[in-house]
């Protein structure tokens, strides 16, 4: 809970600019999610760094949010200060030779066409993701690579600037971001910027590359209604993947409240209209019980659940 002092605070240090009870189903590709207490879109690394000192001081929780693509925010919201890097000055995108440094804000279909446009390859996998760098870096966002293997942010990251909670900025390797399958370690710092290593390539190649995925994308994923893609990550260990596992349960279909089961994409839970995050839970509960019956495979979650 916000104290009023720290109210104040907050709307003197933001000029005005913080919003308070900022509905998050207006922030999350699922469009489910009860209120931030406070969302603000920092101006620059400066405001940033105020706004932790402020939180730090009050004692807020802090939680940085990308596009909102692979979040499911409780109906009770997300308490303390949510910050959004959306403001130009997280939004850098500079080409210099085959090193491309993306600030946290900018959109993963911008970082697709600009390297595109540079006729620099290695980021062709992040067609169609929804989301910015700065989520992107966190999750380890990836996918099929067209080419028959996958690839993942970890792959074509070779620095990134985090931003510390005490305020602090550091440069780090990849090497110390622990990429793993859906996810890093980076323990609560924030992603400020990535530099990626690409490879020159020709536009035409990169553009026909970017297309086969795409359609590849529209013949398997469940687009048309909304969602945060795969709920579940793949439990590997030679076993099939989470969606073929909750098809072969008999799952597809499944609903709770207007939460179901994409009867397209299994590992996708779509949104048909008025789901709330206990629905989505509800299901996620229920596919995760089936699946261990049946498969003895307990399906991991890879969508953010916030607060956790
Ligand atoms: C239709 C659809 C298809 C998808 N397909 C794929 C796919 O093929 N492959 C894949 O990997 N994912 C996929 N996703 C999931 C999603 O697109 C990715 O996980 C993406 O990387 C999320 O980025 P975001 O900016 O939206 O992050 P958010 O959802 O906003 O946040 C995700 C996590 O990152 C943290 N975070 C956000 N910004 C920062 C920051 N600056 N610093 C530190 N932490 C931060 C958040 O706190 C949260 O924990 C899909 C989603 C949808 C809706």
């Known amino acids: 809970m916000i104290t009023t002092s720290a109210h104040d605070d907050l709307r003197l240090l933001t000029g005005g600019r ?22 603000v879109e920092p101006q620059d690394v400066e405001e940033l760094k105020a706004l932790l000192a402020l939180a730090d001081a009050a004692q807020m929780p802090v939680t940085p949010i990308g596009g909102g693509a692979n979040l499911l925010v409780k109906d009770s919201g997300i308490p303390g200060l949510v910050i959004s890097l ?11 030779g085959t090193r491309v440094t993306v600030g946290a804000g ?5 970082v697709v066409a600009a390297t595109r446009d540079a006729g620099l390859g290695g980021c062709e996998f992040l067609a169609g993701i929804p989301g910015k760098v700065g989520g992107a870096v966190r999750m380890n966002a990836g996918t099929r690579d067209g080419q028959g293997g996958f690839r993942a942010m ?46 020159p ?18 013949a398997t994923q469940d687009l048309s209604a ?28 499944m609903r709770v409240g207007d939460a179901a089961v994409s009867p397209r994409h299994a590992n996708f839970i779509v949104n048909l209209g008025a789901a709330k995050a206990s ?17 003895g495979a307990f399906l991991e979650l890879e969508v953010q659940v916030m607060p956790a």
Request: overall charge positive.
């Open 18 to 39: 913080v919003r308070f009870d900022e509905p998050m189903r207006l922030h999350t590709s699922f469009r489910i999610g009860g209120p931030a207490e406070a969302w």
């Open 86 to 96: 959306q403001a130009p000055a997280f939004r850098r995108l500079d080409v210099e």
């Open 106 to 110: 900018v959109g993963l279909d911008r």
């Open 154 to 199: 970890g792959d074509v990251v070779t620095e990134v600037t985090t931003l510390r909670r005490d305020g602090t900025t550091a440069v780090r390797p990849a090497g110390e971001i622990g990429f793993q399958y859906r996810q890093s370690s980076l323990n609560g710092d924030l992603v400020l910027e990535a530099v990626l290593a690409l490879t």
């Open 201 to 218: 390539r020709p536009p035409e190649e990169i553009a026909q590359r970017v297309a086969a995925l795409m359609a590849h994308k529209r």
């Open 226 to 253: 909304p969602s945060a893609g795969c709920v579940f990550k793949n439990p590997g260990g030679g076993r099939p993947a989470a969606g073929r596992l909750i098809d072969q349960a008999g799952l597809k279909g």
């Open 279 to 295: 629905d989505v839970l509800a299901l996620i509960a229920a596919v995760q019980y089936k699946v261990l019956q049946e498969h």
